[in-house]
């Protein structure tokens, strides 16, 4: 299973990014796809969940609102659309795919590699 994650990019506050990750090598029915974050000196950060099957959508409080998750099966691609990005979003961004969690990164199996968000005040 291979994850790619792309569609980072530097901001402005108050601006818009759509992340996406394309999942390759298998399908993602009964998995669940998550995008996570890390910020310089900081830990691994669970800001979204969707369970590809059912649709139900989970995030993080700090992004609530703001952020948007979504799947797309004919593409086998996960969406994170961020409206409204502050500053303190400026991250690298992940995404995975686990069978077992939904907010801990430990459950997740597979990663793809990060993007950079950066949003400038």
């Known amino acids: 299973v291979q994850l790619q994650a792309f569609g980072g990019g530097l901001v402005q506050a108050g601006g818009s990014l759509r992340l996406s990750c394309a999942a390759s090598g298998r399908t993602f029915s009964s998995y669940v796809m998550g995008w996570f974050r890390q910020a310089p000196g900081k830990g691994r950060e669970f800001v979204s969940a969707i369970i590809w099957d059912a649709g139900f959508t989970y995030y993080a409080d700090s992004v609530k609102g703001r952020f948007t998750i979504s799947r797309e099966n004919t593409k086998n691609t996960v969406y994170l659309q961020m409206n409204s990005l502050k500053p303190e979003d400026t991250a690298v961004y992940y995404c995975?795919?686990?069978?077992?969690?939904?907010?801990?990164?430990?459950?997740?199996?597979?990663w793809g590699q990060g993007t950079q968000v950066t949003v400038s005040s």
């Open positions: 995975a795919a686990s069978r077992r969690s939904i907010r801990s990164s430990g459950g997740y199996e597979n």
